[in-house]
């Protein structure tokens, strides 16, 4: 295994960890979560059990030699966008549009000039 293969796989490892520990906190401390309905509770574990089922995905592909590859078109993906990416599935996840359709952020009250003068 090279050397970036090997640090995604250590970054995927990492993802996993935070993601179970998440799953474990949202599912059993619910009632230290009282500023969020059930709704928005039931909508965050949803968010994290995808999110670790992408990673577990991820991994398993390593270990079977088929990380990489595009599930639609079979190209290899370059493992330098797998590095900023390490959950993408196919070649169009890289695209825009479609990765912000797939994990869209929350809706900020702010306008996004007021959030980026807030960053800097």
């Not at 619910?30 to 509770?41: I, T, V, Y």
């Not at 592909?61 to 196919?90: D, H």
Request: charged residues 25%; contains cysteine.
């Amino acid at each position: 295994m090279n050397e970036q293969l090997a640090n995604i796989q250590i970054e995927l490892l990492q993802m996993k960890e935070e993601l179970e520990l998440r799953l474990f906190e949202y599912s059993f401390f619910q009632q230290d979560c009282q500023a969020m309905n059930s709704n928005q509770q039931t909508t965050l574990i949803y968010h994290v059990k995808k999110e670790l089922q992408d990673v577990l995905l991820a991994l398993s592909k390593i270990e079977n030699g088929l990380y990489g590859i595009c599930e639609e078109t079979g190209q290899i993906i370059p493992l330098s966008k797998l590095a900023v990416l390490p959950t993408a599935r196919t070649v169009d996840d890289f695209l825009y549009p479609t990765q912000f359709e797939k994990k869209t952020l929350p809706i900020w009250a702010e306008t996004d000039e007021t959030y980026h003068e807030a960053l800097y």
